[in-house]
């Protein structure tokens, strides 16, 4: 018997798959291969103007070992540092620095500066496993299930902060790797006290990103049967990593809401302007809005006139849409949400979005809109849930396949003679 279903070919009971799709497999292989290559670009002192820049978690994780919250030596650059009572401290959550503290002892034995990259490149590829076995969950087939993973890695804002382990890259990347293993644990055995711990650390790395939890509440709201027993579940170890967040900035700024943002030192003018008017602020929303939705590649002119020459268009450093860098989740349009998973995901990611679009700060210097990241998993997510079929066409393949090539393109636009230009 032979049935031809879209990519497949089944004969007498055997799936095969087309040559064609072969093909593509090998070219997925060869573009993984070439990423490789540029995050280990990245780590070497050609793409880091100054050994040891932008590795503060690293420099903070020296500081825990001592016993101190703030940094005992200048880690590359003060910008960005929060200053408080002539201390430099680091504003955002303690865990990467955290997760880098038994390598770091180590190395400081071995007199090896520990850098970020050695870390997050394991983060990474627990992050490609992670979307690989979401979408594996779900019903797809395993060649559409890398795809899937293949798309959230490279073609999509993502890839700008996995191919460079500077601390504000780092951290998302962390906050990223615990999110998809929240829910991977939700399609799974669905403990909700794991997935409590898991959003509590999240909390420790990027406070916007924890408002996923909300979700997760929701979950149980619709689906549970132990209803109570489940939220102090999900609740109870949430608690307890946020009251460890209050005593850590209480430790530092003596307030257990405040994080430091408000006293960092900032490297661009135009941040520091934006930040008189607020830290938060629906002043800032169009701002945000226009690099998250709007923006696009910058024209490259030769010098004194209009004329393009090459590589003709460069990324913008301030962010570009998310219909540029992300593509493939335009398919979210032609989804229909009527379950409660659905609207759930929705809900959630709007809060998560609502604190993110109202901050003085756009995410500067970054490819895509990276502040995005701390709800792209679930919009991933809400994809993979919503496709019927479970199948990837041809087309919905290419695009993912020409969109990361594309994005490895405007990424190294960002980089001038290894060093990032503005």
């Known amino acids: 018997m032979l049935l031809l279903y879209d990519n497949l070919v089944i004969i007498n009971g055997n799936l095969m798959l087309k040559k ?9 292989a060869i573009s993984i291969i070439f990423c490789s290559v540029c995050a280990l670009a990245a780590t ?5 103007p100054i050994a040891g820049e932008a590795q503060q978690f690293s420099y903070l994780a020296k500081s825990f070992l001592e016993k101190k919250l703030y940094f005992l030596e200048q880690p590359g650059t003060w910008d960005d540092t929060a200053v408080y ?6 504003p955002q959550g303690p865990l990467p620095a955290v997760l880098l503290m038994p390598f770091v002892y180590i190395a400081n034995h071995c007199n090896i500066f520990f850098k970020q990259i050695f870390l997050q490149i394991w983060l990474l590829l627990g992050i490609f496993y992670l979307t ?14 890398y795809f899937l993973a293949f798309a959230f890695c490279l073609s999509s804002t993502f890839l700008g902060v996995g191919l460079i382990s500077w601390s504000w890259q780092y951290a998302q990347v962390v906050t990223t790797f615990l999110l998809f293993l929240s829910l991977v644990e939700y399609t799974g055995q669905k403990r909700y006290w794991i997935i409590g711990l898991l959003m509590g650390l999240v909390l420790l790395t990027r406070m916007t990103a924890a408002l996923g939890i909300i979700f997760f509440c929701f979950a149980i709201l619709y689906k549970s049967s132990k209803k109570i027993k489940d939220i102090l579940c999900l609740l109870v170890p949430f608690g307890i990593m946020g009251l460890i967040l209050a005593v850590y900035n209480y430790a530092r700024f003596d307030n257990v809401f405040v994080q430091g943002y408000m006293y960092q030192l900032l490297a661009v003018d135009v941040s520091f302007k934006a930040r008189e008017y607020g830290l938060l602020g629906f002043v800032h929303l169009p701002t945000n809005l226009y690099y998250f939705l709007l923006s696009c590649p910058l024209p490259v002119f ?11 268009i460069r990324a913008n450093p301030w962010g570009m849409s998310i219909f540029i860098t992300s593509p493939y989740l335009m398919y ?7 379950g409660w998973e659905a609207r759930s995901i929705l809900i959630t990611t709007f809060f998560i979005s609502l604190p993110i679009f109202l901050y003085y700060a756009s995410g500067y210097w970054q490819f895509g809109y990276r502040y995005s990241l701390d709800f792209l998993p679930f919009l991933h997510f809400l994809l993979i849930r919503g496709m019927d079929k479970k199948i990837i066409t041809d087309k919905f393949k290419l695009l993912i396949i020409g969109s990361s090539f594309f994005n490895l393109f405007l990424y190294n636009t960002l980089w001038q003679n290894g060093r990032a230009i503005g």
């Not at 979401?134 to 559409?144: E, M, P, S, T, Y």
């Not at 030769?302 to 003709?312: A, K």
């Not at 979210?332 to 009527?338: A, S, V």
Request: positive net charge; proline residues 2%; glycine residues 6%.
């Open 44 to 48: 070497t002192d050609k793409s880091i």
């Open 302 to 312: 030769q010098e004194g006139t209009h004329i393009l020459e090459y590589p003709f």
């Open 132 to 145: 690989f076995l979401l979408a594996k969950r779900n019903g797809f087939l395993k060649i559409d299930s």
């Open 85 to 90: 009572k002539g201390k430099h401290y680091w």
């Open 20 to 28: 064609y799709t072969i093909k593509i497999t090998i070219i997925i």
């Open 332 to 338: 979210l349009f032609l989804l229909k949400y009527h």
